[in-house]
């Protein structure tokens, strides 16, 4: 019979530990575990090449430079990209689509301007945190404040957040089976 109680509070401490992420909890948790999610997954998505011949800032860019060829959008790398930051589990399509987007605008630009050299049109700020001087704010994400967080419908809410740096950015969340999922960030 103990044995069985034993097995019976395992079973149920297990369950509660496959739960998915987020499920019920409120926006403001959504914002966080991404935040949280991207802050261990940084130094991998920033390895990921998403321009075709630009090395520059690029941490472990595996792309060499040839200061003849002008820039490209690497589609398979943002693609890459894309899925890992949807890995997260809190990112919405609409975010996914939003960047996509952005990407293939990128591209057409590079090829009506072309550029070969400097950081790539488009690619100057991180996608996520809306700027390129952001490891401060990723590694002090306990000190982050929630300055609104207003539900306004059962499917749509604002999160606003106050970042150590005085950075702030408002990300727009949309439920989706039951979890808060990022579909927009702005300043």
């Keep these: 019979m103990k044995k069985l109680l034993v ?23 959504s914002v966080t575990e991404l935040l949280k999610y991207y802050k261990e997954n940084y130094e991998v998505l920033s390895k990921i090449n998403m321009v075709y011949n630009y090395n520059g800032n690029k ?13 490209a959008v690497d589609f398979k790398g943002t693609e890459k990209y894309l899925t ?13 689509d939003k960047l ?3 990407f293939l605008k990128c591209e057409k630009d ?41 539900i306004r419908s059962n499917a749509s ?7 150590p740096s005085g950075n702030v950015r408002v990300y727009d969340l949309a439920k989706q089976n039951d979890i808060w999922l990022v579909s927009e960030i702005t300043m």
């Design 59 to 71: 941490p472990g860019s595996s792309s060499s430079k040839d200061i003849n060829t002008n820039y």
């Design 110 to 150: 590079f090829k009506d301007n072309p550029q070969n050299s400097g950081v790539p049109r488009g690619f100057e700020n991180d996608f996520l945190m809306l700027n390129d001087d952001f490891m401060n704010d990723l590694n002090n994400l306990q000190k982050i404040e929630i300055m609104d967080e207003a």
């Design 84 to 96: 890992g930051i949807k890995k997260s589990g809190f990112v919405g399509q609409k975010l996914i």
């Design 100 to 102: 996509r987007n952005h």
């Design 157 to 163: 809410a604002t999160v606003k957040v106050k970042f």
């Design 7 to 29: 097995f019976i509070i395992a079973i149920c401490f297990g369950a509660m530990a496959f739960t998915t992420p987020g499920k019920g909890d409120k926006p403001s948790k």
